[in-house]
């Protein structure tokens, strides 16, 4: 976790109205957190089931359109699909930029790129006149595998609370603000935390690096997102005990 890393399930009119489906709603106002736009939950989704792998990305309340247009793409997708989610639902906040790949998104995940294979036994292989050495070792060849997935891509502008994405999330790709980052550890989901690079006073980095060399979530750059979601695959992660925020980012600008 150190590194700078950094589910399809049935559409419900109770779970969220989302994409960019014909006849999006106006916008509409209400109290909370932020005003629910066109394309706002207007209830909470339904939890993921035991098998259910979801993912959620946040920007908050700001324009990260960077982290959208990095989320809304094959390789992305891809690599999601790879590791078994079949859901990916956007919190896009205010940013010009949509989505285009929405609906039941089909990917190609690819298979192993290579496969080793032994190579001929020891005794068959002196029998052919050749070493010992050229007997053990292993020769690797394309599998020129792979297949087709489905993911399942809804988005969202606002909502008065993004707690129950939260909840029916697997994972959470966030930007590297402090209220997203500490909502989603302390929900108890694993988190990817993508810093914005356009901020003149990025304390989002700072942030996002010491959970990361704490243990507690990945930390990934716009461009290895791919990778932090292969990597949470098999990474252990520290368990985050819910403590006071506000003294450990005075602690991280003291630093700096």
């Known amino acids: 976790p150190r590194d700078r890393l950094a589910p399809r399930s049935r559409r419900s009119a109770s779970t969220m109205t989302t994409t960019r489906s014909r006849g999006a709603g106006r916008r509409k106002s209400g109290a909370g957190r932020a005003a ?3 394309g706002a939950a207007k209830e909470e989704p339904a939890a993921a089931s035991g098998e259910e792998k979801k993912a959620f990305v946040t920007v908050g309340t700001t324009k990260f359109e960077k982290l959208i247009r990095a989320m809304d793409c094959e390789g992305v997708l891809s690599s999601l699909a790879a590791a078994g989610y079949t859901s990916l ?3 896009i906040g205010q940013g010009a930029y949509v989505p285009t790949r929405v609906g039941d998104v089909e ?4 298979g192993d790129a290579a496969e080793e294979v032994d190579g001929e036994g020891e005794e068959e ?3 052919r006149g050749k070493s010992r050495r050229a007997a053990k070792k292993r020769r690797r060849r394309s599998s020129g595998g792979g297949r087709n997935a489905t993911i399942r891509v809804e988005y969202f502008r606002l909502a008065p609370s993004l707690a129950a994405y939260m909840r029916a999330s697997s994972l ?3 930007h590297a603000g402090a209220g997203s980052l500490f909502e989603g550890l302390n929900a108890g989901r694993r988190v990817i935390a993508v810093p914005n690079p356009d901020l003149m006073v990025n304390h989002q980095e700072e942030l996002a690096k010491h959970l990361a060399d704490s243990g507690f ?3 990934a750059d716009l461009t290895s997102i791919p990778r932090a979601v292969a990597a949470m695959e098999t990474t ?3 368990k985050y005990k819910p403590g006071n925020p506000a003294k450990m980012l005075k602690a991280i600008d003291a630093m700096f």
């Open 36 to 38: 629910p736009t066109a």
């Open 89 to 91: 639902t956007l919190q």
């Open 107 to 110: 990917v190609r995940v690819p």
């Open 125 to 127: 292989a002196q029998g």
């Open 172 to 174: 959470i790709i966030s």
């Open 217 to 219: 979530l990945l930390h």
């Open 236 to 238: 252990r992660l520290s």
